[in-house]
């Protein structure tokens, strides 16, 4: 008897279904499912069928997440409907948490591939915290959430963007060129879901508001914005931005001979308490990597290329990344071949690992240059139309990740347990996910 | 904003418009209002949650989510106004009870319109940044029942009431209490303090006001505190069961400030009941309770210390200048430590071993100690009596205690070197007339005094131990080379190095020839073993034990002193002896011969002697005869010296002047060793320097160390200043 009064009925649609509150539970209080079964609203599931005016389909694909935690979707049934009827039931965590697994750069699977309607080629893509991600074209950033449905493009007063970062689900920081004396362009916070413009940052210089170019970004996990500027006097460094409040709470000037302005890369050492600053070839003539500390406003950290003997065009270093946990500096060329910099030593040589160079014949119409990544461990780098994923204290290839069309990759991003790839020929980026764990 | 305009450019918004019933939002409203009512109305069975679930998403889909939100906060509004016309009208104590139930209801309706509203909680209020539903509800709640003009004062004053009732001993709804002010929390922590936390201070702040007046006029320091405590603890219950746990503090800073920090002055002075009274008769649970809940309000303890510490220093004033308890140092001694047992289990039992208490019991024992010149001699004498006699049968751990306490009482002393010179001659005493009781004892108060002021302070003193120790073997030697001395008197010598004693001038006297004799012949033995020393007798320290027979033939034998057998020596020839004759045969000087007299003839039950006439004074006619009717139980009687145990007038000046004539090489001394370090130093900080050199030894005098410095620039070790005369310059 027990056991029956724990069933219960649903007509569906003109469908049954039968159940048990016990399954049902596993919706949680905040769902349709936890609120018809308050004590609030005497219902008595013994004697009566309880009818939903929704699509049967869909919810035999929810009630069964219900019950084992997978998810299976039917090809006759589309994402967006299976969305819609998750979201009226309030179920639509539960679809995004069994949707993909864990990130595995070794396990990865293609599982979409979204064109994009503006014309000309991606600046940068990036992969927001809960799976969407946002896409530069020019002077439009095209932004998306998990399920892939696009929102309102965000532009600040329609300058070229350098580059964009996700604060948090919800916010969006943009950095973008100036106009000559027009005081536009900068950098702009946006809300991802309604694309409205929230914050503008400001450069202010002998308490004077200036305007300015922002080129790359990062963040801290202590709120803090950091981000390349060049003012139209002499106000190239880094600056930095608190948040929470948006008010400007640093400035870290350049010196003279050495580049931060113009960096194309920031990245924050949490560990080290340092940023990143690395400015590459072709932007400089020369490379310039540095790290900055900037509670005592030093420079704690440089290396650069200039006179490097073995500077052949063959080693320019075309993006840097920092690993704090085997402290050096990753550097890759044109060639894909990656070098290392040992962190500990000042002024040290790049050590590079002798790859073969497989590229060097059959170069791509558009070529790209490598960009790296780094996620929990796994090196991953971006060379023409593949990525390859380095593992393990030597950076041994263990995976590629490579698809037939839409040419070199330009950007590519982790995030949210997603890896997305923007491509350069055609006006597309993919989506690689880590499959659910396997059943048994 | 650019959304919409995009949105136009779409061909699927004309499905839209085509779809939607014109009416289509109104009826849909309509359906949800009418149940929101019926939840209020607790009429909720008939409904189906499903299809009001699906109405609501509906109109969040179809872009009604505008429409939905004002409409659930009117409807809501318009009932929360209805409710509220309703608890207003219950009467008396229904009115709250009516409150809470409603309370309830709102809690149990708005959780069911929460659930309704689910999909646009979570959709449209998320995306437009709008006040979720719960707390919306909340507001509602507070803006249209809590702050409705006709309850909000109503119930203010019903909860401030009841808890006045609860004060004055009525028993009231605890329950009901706590879920009421359980809402105000509900509703936010301004809320609660805004409409019922400050409200709440201000009213116990006025109740403990007048209430405390009323308890100081009639009750005693005692009574008073025992209210105050048992108040401060019904308010800490209060808190406890039904008020938010952070007002705690904030009522108790209420009660502490109105019952304790308004009255401690008038609550300490009170007469016949206050701080002085408690301590004076020993109330250790008042004081305790007064430390408890002085402490918890600012200045209270340093009033208690205060009060204490003046009450202490007059207490003592009195103590230590009363002329009749310095007639006896033993007993001076006893009370002041007496005093300090007192005080210190007042400030372990009721002061909780505070630390500044401790300190403010040392200073003033200290102030007053040093009230009276002939505290050190006191203490000395204090020891000096326990360690002759009063010590024994006493265990060691006793022993220990009483000497720490006694270097307690030494450690307030400021003229150190003053009680080292006492010491110095009531050690002496007791070593030379073996009446130490414990050489342990002795050793350990010599080490404690060691520890204290260093090694410098105890070297002479140990001195005297070693010659001790010395005069053993060497009385050993003695006898080992002259055997035939096994016949006859004995004499025991105690050789004493002159510096480590105290020096007493040598009183010559005529030794019985069988005494002297024997004294030659030690001499030459001494000497001849140790060349180049001098021996000098000091015949007013040594004592004799002689053998005598009385009429009837009773033998006793008589411990006295060396002067006193020189006179009874003198009977076995003579009768009767005239005051002058004893006089010119012993040469004892006049002082010393009478004292010695006295104790001989003027002690009943111990007068060998007798005198003629009979009284109690010697006088310079006065005739002695052999006691011949002498009887004693004891076969050994020991004749004391009739010794003033305190010093005599010119005796206390001569210490002192010793003690002076000591202190001017160590002043010297400090003065060399600052000036040789500093080079160049003004008046004032010298004596600075040097008093706060000294301070462990003696208070230096500051026209002492002037004096010495005069004296040094006259010895060429200073010179002034050319220029500066207040300066003055280490010459090397």
């Known amino acids: 008897m027990g056991i029956s009064k724990d069933r219960i009925k649903f007509n569906v649609g003109g469908r049954l279904f039968e159940t048990t509150a016990t399954t049902l539970a596993n919706a949680g209080r905040n769902s349709f499912f936890g609120a018809l079964f308050d004590d609030g609203w005497n219902l008595s599931p013994q004697d009566s069928v309880i009818f939903v005016d929704r699509n049967s389909d869909c919810f035999a694909v929810l009630l069964d997440l219900l019950r084992t935690g997978d998810l299976n979707v039917p090809a006759n049934i589309p994402e967006r409907l299976l969305h819609r009827e998750a979201s009226f039931y309030g179920l639509l965590d539960h679809v995004r948490t069994a949707r993909w697994g864990p990130f595995d750069g070794n396990r990865l699977r293609l599982s979409d591939s979204v064109k994009g309607t503006s014309p000309g080629d991606g600046t940068a893509i990036r992969a927001g915290p809960d799976g969407g991600c946002c896409v530069a074209h020019g002077s439009v950033v095209h ?298 | 904003m650019s959304n919409q305009k995009k949105r136009n450019f779409q061909i699927e918004a004309f499905k839209h418009r085509v779809v939607v019933d014109p009416k289509y939002a109104d009826k849909t409203w309509q359906i949800l209002e009418r149940a929101i009512h019926q939840i209020y109305n607790q009429d909720a069975s008939g409904l189906s949650f499903e299809e009001l679930y699906r109405n609501a998403y509906n109109m969040v889909l179809h872009k009604f989510g505008e429409k939905l939100y004002t409409g659930f906060i009117v409807t809501m509004t318009a009932h929360l106004k209805e409710k509220s016309k309703l608890i207003e009208a219950a009467q008396g104590g229904s009115f709250l009870e009516e409150l809470n139930k409603k309370w309830n209801d709102h809690n149990k309706a708005l959780e069911m319109i929460r659930d309704i509203l689910m999909y646009m909680d979570r959709t449209y209020i998320e995306s437009t940044k709008k006040t979720h539903v719960h707390p919306m509800g909340l507001s509602l709640w507070r803006d249209n029942v809590v702050h409705f003009t006709k309850i909000h004062t109503r119930l203010l004053n019903t909860l401030l009431d009841l808890v006045q009732k609860e004060r004055t001993g009525e028993v009231i709804d605890r329950g009901l209490m706590r879920s009421v002010i359980k809402m105000f929390m509900d509703l936010g922590e301004s809320v609660y303090q805004e409409d019922f936390e400050k409200p709440f201070l201000d009213a116990s702040s006025e109740f403990y006001k007048v209430e405390s007046q009323e308890f100081i006029e009639s009750c005693d320091c005692g009574d008073y505190l025992k209210k105050a405590e048992k108040r401060l603890t019904e308010e800490i219950d209060r808190v406890a069961h039904y008020l938010d746990p952070k007002s705690e503090e904030k009522i108790t800073s209420v009660v502490e400030k109105e019952m304790i920090a308004n009255h401690m002055q008038r609550l300490v002075h009170m007469d016949n009941s206050g701080l002085v009274y408690m301590l004076l008769h020993d109330k250790y649970e008042d004081l305790g309770r007064m430390y408890n809940l002085f402490r918890r309000v600012t200045n209270g303890l340093l009033t208690v210390r205060d009060v204490m510490t003046s009450h202490l220093r007059e207490m003592g004033k009195q103590l230590v200048t009363d002329p009749e308890k310095s007639k006896d140092p033993v007993e001076f001694v006893q009370r002041l430590l007496d005093e300090r047992d007192k005080y210190d289990k007042v400030i372990s039992t009721a002061f909780g071993n505070d630390k500044t208490f401790q300190n403010a019991l040392n200073s003033s024992f200290e102030y007053f100690i040093n009230l009276n010149a002939r505290s050190p001699e006191f203490i000395s004498l204090f020891v000096d009596d326990k360690l002759r006699k009063g010590i024994k049968g006493i265990v060691d751990v006793d022993v220990e205690v009483i000497l720490d306490k006694v270097m307690m009482l030494f450690r307030y002393l400021q003229e150190k070197d003053v009680f080292e010179k006492y010491y110095k001659q009531h050690l002496a005493k007791r070593l030379l007339s073996g009446k130490t009781v414990s050489d342990d004892a002795e050793r350990s108060l010599i080490v404690k005094l060691k520890t204290e002021c260093g090694y410098q302070f105890t070297s002479k003193l140990e001195g005297m131990f070693t010659d001790m120790k010395t005069s053993e073997d060497t009385m050993r030697g003695f006898y080992g080379s002259h055997p035939e001395l096994s016949e006859g008197p004995t004499l025991i010598v105690q050789v004493l190095t002159t510096g480590s004693w105290p020096t007493q001038p040598a009183v010559p006297c005529n030794l019985p020839a069988e005494v002297s004799v024997l004294c030659e012949k030690f001499r030459s033995y001494y000497l001849g073993t140790h060349t180049g020393r001098r021996l000098t007798w000091q015949t007013n320290m040594g004592t004799a034990d002689i053998k005598a027979v009385f009429g009837k033939g009773q033998k006793h034998e008589l411990n006295v002193s060396t002067f006193q057998m020189c006179v009874l020596m003198l009977f076995n020839n003579a009768d009767r002896l005239s005051y002058k004759e ?139 200043d050319s220029t500066d005369r207040k300066l003055y310059r280490y010459l090397a």
């Open chain 1, 143 to 440: 932004v998306y959430d998990w399920m892939l449905e696009e929102h309102s493009p965000i532009n600040l007063d329609y300058q070229r963007v350098n580059d964009v970062g996700w604060i948090d689900s919800d916010n969006i920081v943009l950095s973008a060129c100036e106009r000559l004396g027009r005081g536009d362009g900068g950098m702009g916070l946006f809300s991802s879901s309604s694309g409205d413009l929230r914050y503008k940052f400001q450069v202010s210089h002998e308490n004077q508001v200036k305007s300015y170019t922002a080129g790359a970004l990062s963040f801290s996990p202590d709120y803090e914005i950091f981000a390349s500027c060049k003012g139209r006097s002499n106000e190239y460094g880094i600056g930095v931005w608190d948040q929470i409040t948006g008010k400007q709470t640093d400035f870290f000037y350049e010196s003279p001979g050495w580049s931060l302005g113009d960096a194309d890369k920031l990245q924050w050492l949490n560990g080290k308490n340092c940023l990143l600053v690395a400015t590459l070839f072709p932007r400089k003539d020369n490379c310039y990597i540095s790290l900055l500390d900037f509670r005592d406003k030093n420079m704690v950290w440089s290396w650069s290329d200039i006179g490097s003997p073995m500077a052949t065009d063959e080693k320019r270093v075309r993006d840097a990344i920092a690993m704090e946990d085997s402290n050096s500096i990753c550097v890759v060329n044109e060639f894909e071949d990656l070098g290392f910099i040992d962190l500990r030593m000042y002024g040290g040589s790049v050590r590079w690992s002798s790859r073969s160079k497989l590229m060097k014949s059959k170069m791509p119409d558009e070529p790209c240059y490598p960009k790296l990544a780094l996620h929990e461990g796994q090196l991953f780098s971006s060379m023409n139309d593949s990525i390859s994923v380095f593992c393990g204290p030597d950076w041994v290839l263990t995976s590629r990740l490579r698809r037939s069309y839409g040419g070199s990759i330009c950007d590519f991003s982790i995030g949210g347990d997603r890896l997305f790839a923007l491509h350069s020929e055609e006006n597309v980026f993919d989506v690689w996910e880590t499959p659910p764990p396997p059943i048994i």
């Open chain 2, 582 to 720: 004893i006089e010119q045969a012993t040469e004892i000087p006049a002082s010393d011969l009478k004292r010695c007299l006295q104790s001989l003839a003027c002690v009943k039950g111990k007068n060998v002697i007798k005198k003629e006439p009979m009284s109690k004074d010697i006088g310079e006619e006065d005739s002695f005869y052999v006691n011949e009717k002498f009887t004693s139980k004891f076969y050994k009687v020991k004749i004391g010296t009739v010794v003033a145990q305190k010093e005599t007038e010119p005796e206390k000046q001569e210490t002192r002047q010793r003690v002076e004539e000591d202190r001017k090489p160590q002043i010297e001394a400090a003065i060399v060793r600052i000036m040789k370090s500093r080079k160049i130093l003004d008046h004032n900080n010298i004596i600075a320097e040097v008093t706060k050199q000294l301070q462990p030894r003696f208070l230096a005098n500051p026209t002492e160390i002037k004096k010495r410095i005069e004296s040094l620039i006259e010895r060429d070790f200073l010179e002034r």
